[in-house]
Nanobody
Framework: QVQLVESGGGLVQAGGSLRLSCAASGNIFNIGSMAWYRQAPGKERELVATFTRGGSTSYADSVKGRFTIFRDNAKKTVSLQMNSLKSEDTAVYYC???????????????WGQGTQVTVSS
């Protein structure tokens, strides 16, 4: 079993900052890409930022220059530093990771339970 547990969500005023964290635990052999998604009310879940196992990062156009994704392989964590927050960033943010649980199994995709981020204007 693999668990992804997010923390750090909350209420913040527009222009403010929040840092989300996600810790992976359980039966983990290695982790491939780790990412953050978000889903606003009435909208589809969208990819916000990705950090590959090889060290590459990518961002949705809507958050470029404002959000930064960090990863600590030793601690099995991924974080999202969110600056200059806007009301349109309000959403439930989900951690996502491709995890290999044993050497002889392919990686499987896992989701966290989500953490609410609300930006007041």
């Amino acid at each position: 079993q693999v668990q992804l547990v997010e923390s750090g969500g909350g209420l913040v005023q527009a222009g403010g900052s929040l840092r989300l964290s996600c810790a992976a635990s359980g039966n983990i052999f290695n982790i491939g890409s780790m990412a953050w998604y978000r889903q606003a009310p009435g909208k589809e879940r969208e990819l916000v930022a990705t950090f590959t196992r090889g060290g590459s990062t990518s961002y949705a156009d809507s958050v470029k220059g404002r959000f930064t994704i960090f990863r600590d392989n030793a601690k099995k964590t991924v974080s999202l530093q969110m600056n200059s927050l806007k009301s349109e960033d309000t959403a439930v943010y989900y951690c996502n990771a491709d995890v290999q649980t044993t050497a002889w199994k392919p990686r499987a995709n896992y989701w966290g339970q989500g953490t609410q981020v609300t930006v007041s204007s």
